[in-house]
């Protein structure tokens, strides 16, 4: 690939922080109407996998979900959330869903200001999913961008459990965090990043009270909710593409409905 080429290469990212503000002026007077806001978290994922598992997956299926719908690009993930159930373990950061919130709020007024129409918060964390269900309401009717949120953890997470079984791995995930769904999800991503010793962790039942009251280190002193160790790469591709499937179906519902309303 010539200098040329490999501009052009670049210059077709769908990343918003790659681009130069001249880009996104010339997408948005292209018909580029659209963001997709990932969120994440910087916390533990047991001893294999990287402290930015949450981001990195989430602005993965940001990127593949807009791809999908056309018209749209991705917004630079927003890093942590509520992770106060981790922060026994060194590294992780938590923020209080205020300051989630917050944020969430800035994107959207941000994006407004220079004329996009539409936003799609994609979270990816599980402590998101609430934050986001409590603030959607408020920011749809703040701003006249068309605010659409992926939500519903319990979907996500049977989501990736049948992303599983469609790639031939037949586990059950009580709680997702660094088990066989997101540790398959990295190594088809990043697998530099993952330790070769997949851990088992805690496979039994949990309580998502002391779960939160006390701490993921009283059930699991490896930080590994489920079983790490059936996970491959070519699986992380199938429960990617499942996952991503599912998303871009629910916001093009959901964009029809605005439309139509």
């Not at 880009?23 to 997709?36: H, I, Q, S």
């Not at 049948?162 to 009580?174: F, K, M, N, Q, T």
Request: no cysteine; net charge negative.
């Amino acid at each position: 690939m010539d200098e040329d080429d490999q501009e052009t290469a670049d210059r077709d990212s769908v990343r918003l922080a790659e681009l130069s503000w001249t880009d996104v002026e010339a997408a948005l007077e292209g018909g580029v109407d659209t963001v997709v806001v990932p969120l994440g978290a910087t916390e533990q994922h047991g001893p294999h996998l990287p402290l930015d598992t949450d981001t990195r997956l989430a602005a993965e299926l940001a990127e593949r979900v807009a791809r999908r719908l056309g018209g749209a690009l991705v917004a630079p993930a927003i890093p942590v959330g509520p992770s106060t159930e981790h922060t026994g373990f060194p590294g992780t950061i938590s923020v209080s869903p205020e300051t989630l919130t917050a944020l969430l709020r800035d994107y959207v007024d941000s994006f407004e200001a220079q004329g996009f129409e539409r936003v799609v918060v994609l979270p990816g964390h599980g402590g998101s999913f609430p934050v986001v269900e409590a603030a959607f309401p408020e920011l749809a009717r703040e701003t006249d961008v068309d605010v659409i949120a992926v939500t519903g953890l319990r979907r996500y997470m049977e989501l990736l459990e049948s992303g599983l079984r469609e790639a031939g791995i037949d586990v059950e995930e009580p709680v997702v965090h660094a088990g066989a769904s997101e540790t398959a999800m990295v190594l088809a991503v990043a697998p530099e990043l993952v330790a070769d010793d997949l851990p088992e962790g805690y496979t039994g039942p949990v309580s998502a009270a002391a779960l939160f009251a006390e701490g993921v280190e009283t059930h699991a002193d490896n930080g590994v909710l489920g079983d790490a160790s059936p996970a491959t790469a070519e699986a992380g591709e199938t429960v990617l593409e499942h996952v991503t499937d599912a998303h871009a179906a629910i916001v093009r519902e959901e964009f029809a409905a605005l439309r139509d309303s």
